[in-house]
């Protein structure tokens, strides 16, 4: 009955245009004065306790690195130094526009600011080499899925708090997939640059030209090398790690590179600022959401419906894969991991899914729902980009999700792919 009052609270906001954080706490307040099931107080406690998380820190940390890499000319030396590395094949800036996103994802953590950093810069650039504007801007957005699965990753981050698993496993464990991922875009790239003659083939690329984009793109470089290396290296933690990133961005943005100046700084700022406080409002509505259904069970009964249609771990994954699925059509990641993950988890434990793999699943699943209508937020931001209304991307929109999905297949059947690395520490 719990349960189902909730929903029906949390449903009815939605549709009065409620945003989801305020839903969410109208939902949990709702149930509490009908229902009586703990004290309010409790409720605001929990609000505050919710952001009272060490781990938690990296989260803010990375919003305003990512920012920091876009003002500070970073993520245009990156896409030079890819377009140089890729050289002439055909569907070359397609291959460069996910290579690219693959990079800049090892410093940002998320999917929008990945495809507003490079498809800023590769949309116009495709366009110009006769890509089809729809499919620059639909490859775009969908590369942009790399950002939260590549480490660092916010959305692992918030995985890592609320389900408890260690988030230096959860960023080792995005490598692979994230890579298998890139390939299946590349492939796809190239596949369709040659049957419709995308781009023009680009004179040979010298090695002395390679050497110059690498010479001007080096301190970029060097920042996943310093996040990466230094926590598997074990010399600081993924919180250490987003605070010496944003330290190392704004050296380079300011000193070495000099594309930041004090009215940008503060822009970065206020922009993180407001990315970070709606992250928190959302955490604590969520919170206090999850104390009342593991009071309730909730998650039990869930874990037992999907066990009853069956045991089998791949059944139940099909099930969880195509619910996640639906559910990023209409929730953004953030809210919907923090919302589903105490729901999910247990599920995925029972049948013997590892807690790991089934992060990686999960967080994917629900990135591939910012490129899918009717609120893919990468799409939009794409499409305005890209100066085209939504609907002209259709067309090449969803061949690049099926992309994914292929991608996400692969990820879920083969949990080796995500298990692998952790298993070597």
């Excluded at 480490?151 to 708090?161: E, K, M, T, V």
Aim: proline share 5%; charged share 10%; hydrophobic share 55%.
């Amino acid at each position: 009955m719990t349960g189902l009052l909730l929903l029906l609270i949390f449903i009815g906001g939605l549709a009065l245009n409620i945003p989801i954080a305020f839903a969410l706490a109208i939902s949990t307040v709702g149930v509490l004065f009908i229902q009586n099931i703990i004290p309010v107080d409790l409720v605001v406690q929990t609000y505050f306790t919710s952001a009272d998380s060490f781990p938690l820190l990296a989260v803010p940390f990375f919003i305003l690195a990512g920012d920091i890499m876009i003002y500070g000319g970073i993520s245009k030396r990156l896409v030079n130094f890819s377009t140089k590395m890729v050289g002439n094949v055909s569907g070359a800036l397609g291959i460069v526009t996910v290579f690219a996103c693959m990079i800049f994802a090892a410093i940002s953590g998320s999917a929008i600011a990945t495809v507003a950093a490079i498809g800023g810069i590769m949309i116009p650039a495709m366009v110009k080499e006769g890509y089809e504007v729809g499919f620059a801007a639909s490859l775009a957005s969908t590369s942009g899925s790399l950002g939260p699965v590549i480490p660092p990753s916010i959305s692992f981050i918030l995985y890592g708090i609320i389900s408890g698993v260690s988030i230096t496993d959860m960023f080792i464990a995005g490598i692979i997939p994230g890579i298998v991922i890139g390939l299946c875009l590349m492939i796809f790239v190239y596949i369709v640059s040659k049957k419709y003659k995308f781009g023009t083939i680009q004179s040979k690329v010298t090695m002395k030209e390679k050497w110059e984009a690498f010479n001007e793109a080096k301190w970029s470089l060097l920042i996943p090398i310093i996040i990466l290396g230094g926590i598997y290296g074990g010399f600081f933690t993924p919180t250490e790690a987003a605070v010496i990133t944003c330290d190392y961005g704004l050296i380079i943005g300011i000193f070495v590179y000099k594309e930041i100046n004090a009215k940008q700084l503060w822009q970065i700022f206020r922009k993180s600022a407001i990315t970070v406080g709606s992250i928190c409002i959302l955490l604590g509505a969520a919170t206090a959401l999850g104390k009342i259904l593991t009071i309730e069970n909730i998650p039990q009964l869930i874990a037992q419906t999907i066990t009853d249609i069956s045991t089998n771990p791949i059944v139940v994954l099909i099930i969880i894969n195509v619910f996640l699925l639906i559910v990023g059509m209409f929730i953004d990641v953030t809210p919907a991991l923090i919302l589903l993950t105490p729901l999910l988890l247990p599920v995925a434990k029972t049948v013997g899914v590892s807690p790991v793999h089934f992060g990686i699943v999960m967080v994917f699943n629900l990135v591939i729902g910012m490129s899918t209508p009717p609120i893919g937020v990468n799409m939009f931001v794409a499409s305005k980009i890209s100066n085209i209304g939504v609907e002209k991307m259709f067309k090449w929109l969803y061949p690049c999700i099926g992309v994914l999905i292929i991608a996400l297949a692969t990820i879920t059947f083969i949990p080796q792919l995500s298990t692998f690395l952790p298993s070597l520490r």
